[in-house]
Structure formats: structure tokens, C-alpha cells
């Protein structure tokens, strides 16, 4: 205590907090659901259960459970982190078939960033509460609006989803994954395989070519979506019209 009585810091009586002592993070549903998501990024499904996302954060599982309710919430949340970074806005600002192309592309990079991800939430059903279902909403809502019949809104939409879920999954293959290699029985696949090897080191021959030039699964998922949607284009003008 000082000559003039006053206290000192930490003779109040209230503990001090040590000098260089980490602080512990608080526990949050969101820390949970990021860390799962890191969890299956790096171990696949099974390596993000209740026991090893509680080991992973330093608490009990039985902590967790103030936060996700079953694995089965904690999936359905980990489905939310993802779909929440997939563009929907769009489908405010431009027409359906140009809103598609931007929405699949948002779709497709937030699920090529996870690619673990896909097999298991593209089989799991959505939960009652899921956010995920905000999305659907409001790209069935554009379709509608733009004419489309509501019977036919959910098929254009998993059409779609297939093809995305399929192209995220090649976007985190190896790129020679397709390499017939010297077999001389299959010639027109070698030969085409050859053929895009050929474009490949033309287009990297320059630096500014090599910067502009696409994977080979970026240039696939273009084909397919371009192909999807000129063909969704001639759908939707053939529909009757009252």
C-alpha cells in the first residue's frame, strides 16, 4: 500500500489475471460448427464427432451440448457455414439465367473449398430450422418470378446442384487423375487426352496466356454450366404462355 493509502494495483482483493496466462476461448456454437468444418477438411466425416471437436477446443463433450443439440444439428450447421457464402443477391440484381451462372459459381467455390464436405451433406436431408433453406427460398422465388412453373422450379434447381456437386468434387482432383498413359487400345480417349495437353502448354507458353488460361476442371465445369443453362434458356422459351 502506498504512503498516502492508496491501494496498490491487485490489493483490491480481486484476483489478477497472470502476466503472458492465454485467455480461454469462449465456448460458442459458432467456434463448434468452424471447428468441425476444420475437423472434416482435415480427417474426412469421422474425424469431426462430439468427442474429437471437444478434445480439438480442450472441453468436456458434454459442454458442447449447450451449443448443438445432436451430431445430426451439428451437420446441419456445418451445412450452414458453407451454404451461407453462396451467393443469392444476385438473383435481385440480374435475370434468372445470368443469376444461375452466379449463383453455381459461388456454389460450386464453397463446396470445391471443403471437398470433403459434399458427399456428406449432398445425402443429408436438411433439418426443420436449416438457414440452408433461406437459400432455396429465394433462388425458387426468382424462378417463379421469372416465369418458370413452380412444378418445375426444384428440378431445374437439383439439375443443377448435381452438376455443381460433381464439378466441386473434380476441382479438388489431381488434374491428371484422367492420364490413359502409354496404352496404345484406346486410341481416340489417349488421343484426346494428348490433345488437351497440347492446348495446355500452348496456352502457358507466354506468361499472360498462362495467367488467363484455365484448369482443365474449370474449363469442364464452363462446358457444362454454358451447356445447362443454353439449354434451360431453350426450355423456358418453349413454355406456354397464357
Not at 429465394?138 to 452438376?163: C, H, K, M, Q, Y
Request: aromatic share 6%; proline share 6%; hydrophobic share 45%.
Amino acid at each position: 500500500m502506498r504512503e498516502n493509502g492508496e491501494k496498490t494495483p491487485g490489493e483490491s482483493g480481486a484476483p489478477r489475471r497472470g502476466v503472458g496466462r492465454p485467455r480461454r476461448r469462449v465456448l460458442s456454437r459458432q467456434l463448434i460448427l468452424e471447428t468441425g468444418l476444420r475437423l472434416i477438411d482435415e480427417h474426412g466425416e469421422s474425424g469431426a464427432g462430439v468427442r474429437a471437436i471437444a478434445q480439438e477446443l480442450g472441453v468436456r463433450p458434454s459442454s458442447l451440448y449447450n451449443h448443438v443439440a445432436s451430431r445430426a444439428d451439428l451437420i446441419a450447421g456445418v451445412r450452414e457455414l458453407i451454404s451461407d457464402r453462396i451467393d443469392v443477391a444476385c438473383f435481385d440484381e440480374l435475370p434468372w439465367d445470368r443469376a444461375l451462372e452466379r449463383w453455381a459459381d459461388s456454389y460450386r467455390a464453397a463446396f470445391a473449398a471443403h471437398p470433403p464436405t459434399i458427399a456428406l451433406l449432398a445425402t443429408t436431408p436438411l433439418t426443420a430450422e436449416s438457414r440452408t433453406s433461406f437459400m432455396y427460398d429465394a433462388v425458387t422465388s426468382a424462378l417463379v418470378r421469372a416465369g418458370w412453373p413452380e412444378d418445375r422450379v426444384l428440378s431445374v434447381i437439383v439439375a443443377i446442384e448435381s452438376f455443381l456437386l460433381g464439378s466441386a468434387l473434380d476441382a479438388a482432383a489431381d488434374p491428371e487423375m484422367l492420364d490413359p498413359g502409354p496404352r496404345t487400345d484406346v486410341p481416340a480417349f489417349s488421343g484426346a487426352y494428348a490433345a488437351r495437353e497440347r492446348a495446355l502448354a500452348a496456352a502457358a507458353a507466354s506468361a499472360a496466356a498462362a495467367a488467363a488460361a484455365e484448369r482443365p476442371a474449370d474449363a469442364a465445369y464452363r462446358l457444362g454450366l454454358t451447356a445447362m443453362v443454353a439449354g434451360l434458356r431453350v426450355e423456358f422459351a418453349a413454355l406456354p404462355r397464357e
